[in-house]
């Protein structure tokens, strides 16, 4: 029986997000709304663009 405690407390792994701050981030600014835009376009990278511009309609 005290075998089985010591390999089940052995088994707990470090959680991923110990120490870390997560939650919600800040929204993107409008001047980084139109830097990333202008990226996309100026790479040619219609596919990307159009979804990008969907996920902020």
Same mark, same amino acid.
Do not use: Y
């Given at each position: 029986?005290?075998n089985?405690?010591?390999?089940? =407390?052995q088994n707990?792994?470090?959680p991923? =997000?110990l ?8 929204p #993107?600014?409008?001047?980084q709304v139109?830097?990333i ?6 790479a040619d ?8 511009n #969907?996920?902020?309609d």
């Amino acid at each position: 029986m005290q075998n089985i405690v010591q390999e089940i =407390n052995q088994n707990k792994k470090r959680p991923w =997000n110990l120490g870390k701050l997560v939650g919600q981030k800040s929204p #993107l600014t409008p001047q980084q709304v139109w830097a990333i835009r202008v990226r996309l376009q100026l790479a040619d990278h219609k596919r990307d663009l159009a979804l990008f511009n #969907l996920a902020l309609d």
